[in-house]
């Protein structure tokens, strides 16, 4: 095996962790910022700790992600496929980036695994697409908008004899906590994507058997890519999801964050799904927001943020298939 295609590959598959991290910050510490709880600066170090911590966290996202979703292509064709694969995902979240909208690196990543996979004619797993990414990527964000609303109400009915202003400030210090939660969930789920790309590449190039434990090595690169991606911000999603949505106050961003970071643990550790965490957060805001009063909740911006979640998939397809034309043309 080319040892020069295996250290591209895994460049580039670090440099894709990279794009993740800054543009999947905001999801960590927009509420957080927004409420004034934290400083952004505060913020994104301990969304960057918490990142590196929550990447050790387990592994079966990124053996989800290994095997679950194509199979493991051989040769120089299978880096070919990998490599268009993180091509089409990180061009995708270079351009959600540019506009403010927070899209999926996940579902970026996905997409561009099956893109790759069907241009370079390697068998997609269909019912594992299906039922770890498809109906997790719709189901997810109904059950934060709903678990996003129901822990609100009951956070209003506990403190409604509460002074308005001492709660505030009580939820202020509290959301210290939960952004702190989503950043580790965010680790916990993001970095493992990525460790399933390098162990493929480590398995098609025969260094790493395809049941062996994840190395320690692959672990602490992703995870550091990861955190300093994110430490390095994104403030354009982070205005969307701060401000554009819904004015939160610190009660409601505390609301958002519990919900989000349950459903990121809950999805990784009992059903190994690869979850966005962008969809999750976003629609924990739009629940929790609907509080107020259903109009309270800016639904255009909302609707413009649901049309990139359905729209991320298939573009990174045709971007990941279009980069191994290219590919391929030239390497052949």
Known sequence: MDT??????IGVALGFTYTNGFHDSANAIATSVSTRALTPRAALAMAAVMN???????????KTVSEGLIATPEGQKGMGIL??????????????????????????LFGGMVGAALAGGTMVHWDGVLSKIVIPMFLSPVIGLVF???VMVAIMWMFRKSNPHKAKRGFRIA??????AMALGH????????????????????????????????????????????????????RTLGRKIIELDPPQGFAAETTGASIMFGSAFLFHAPISTTH????????????????AVRWGVAKNIILGWFITMPAAAIVAALSYGVVYLFFG
């Not at 162990?199 to 320690?216: R, T, Y």
């Open 4 to 9: 020069f295609a295996l250290i591209v590959t």
């Open 187 to 238: 680790g916990l789920q993001d970095a493992q994507k990525t460790m399933g790309i390098v162990v493929m590449a480590l398995v098609i190039a025969d260094i790493e058997g395809p049941n062996d434990q994840i190395p320690v090595w692959v672990k602490i690169v992703c995870a550091m890519m990861l955190s300093l991606g994110t430490y390095a911000g994104g403030w354009r999603i982070m």
């Open 83 to 108: 490599f268009a694969a993180l091509v089409g995902a990180i061009i995708w979240n270079l351009v959600t980036w540019y506009y403010g909208l927070p899209s999926s690196s996940s579902h970026a």
């Open 148 to 150: 996003g609303y129901l």
């Open 52 to 62: 590196l911590a929550g990447a050790f966290l387990g592994q079966g996202v990124a």
């Open 280 to 295: 999750v957060i976003t629609s924990a805001i739009m629940g929790v927001g609907a509080t107020k009063r259903v109009n």
């Open 175 to 180: 959301q210290t906590v939960s952004a702190a």
